[in-house]
T-cell receptor
């Protein structure tokens, strides 16, 4: 299957700081990538759909000014959590769309202290 | 009603058993269906895509029933390594594009 990388895999930051997470498709080009968040013992919740060269589409309840998404190339999408707070601590996972199938990155575990 | 529903389990089965998971979806316009496997604190990995009535891959068989709006995943001859959470994912058309909706997952524990 297609390979998607994500960086960093784990990050601890202080409240009020910003964190950038990168999602890369390694052996293919991805016009569409998705960003999800997963809290413990819960399922994945879609945050936004990232399309190369255009603005991201955010799900209801997700603040676009807090979760900045940039998809500047066909192999890279970034999610920046701005002014992070402890309640933003979660597992953030990206995926890239290949035909109709999604391939996931390994995820980023964010802890905000 | 949730868009995608799964029994959370856990399903505790002995090695070698056959186990079936069901997943129901509410949107009859759903186009594509998938089963993913997620291990604890890891990302989901695609197990099977289900585009027509169903398909089989080794010990895994997925079936789709559009009339009743459910998808099933059957695992034969369960192995210890099959222990994981199985996620049902449905592709739903929305506002000129598609959205992927995840079920909450079904936990499977295969016991020695």
């Amino acid at each position: 299957g297609a390979v998607v990388s994500q960086h960093p895999s784990r990050v601890i930051c202080k409240s009020g700081t910003s964190v950038k997470i990168e999602c890369r498709s390694l052996d293919f080009q991805a016009t569409t990538m998705f960003w999800y968040r997963q809290f413990p013992k819960q399922s994945l919740m879609l945050m936004a759909t990232s399309n190369e060269g255009s603005k991201a589409t955010y799900e209801q309840g997700v603040e676009k000014d807090k979760f900045l998404i940039n998809h500047a190339s066909l192999t890279l999408s970034t999610l920046t959590v701005t002014s992070a707070h402890p309640e933003d601590s979660s597992f953030y996972i990206c995926s890239a769309l290949v035909s109709y199938e999604q391939y996931f990155g390994p995820g980023t575990r964010l802890t905000v202290t | 009603r949730k868009e995608v529903e799964q029994d959370p389990g856990p399903f505790n089965v002995p090695e070698g058993a056959t186990v079936v998971f069901n997943c129901t979806y509410s949107n009859s316009a759903s186009q594509s269906f998938f089963w993913y496997r997620q291990d604890c604190r890891k990302e989901p990995k695609l197990l099977m895509s289900v585009y027509s009535s169903g398909n089989e891959d080794g010990r895994f068989t997925a079936q789709l029933n559009r009339a009743s709006q459910y998808i099933s995943l059957l695992i034969r001859d369960s192995k210890l390594s099959d222990s994981a959470t199985y996620l049902c994912v449905v592709n739903i058309p929305t506002s000129g594009t598609y959205k992927y909706i995840f079920g909450t997952g079904t936990r499977l524990k295969v016991l020695a």
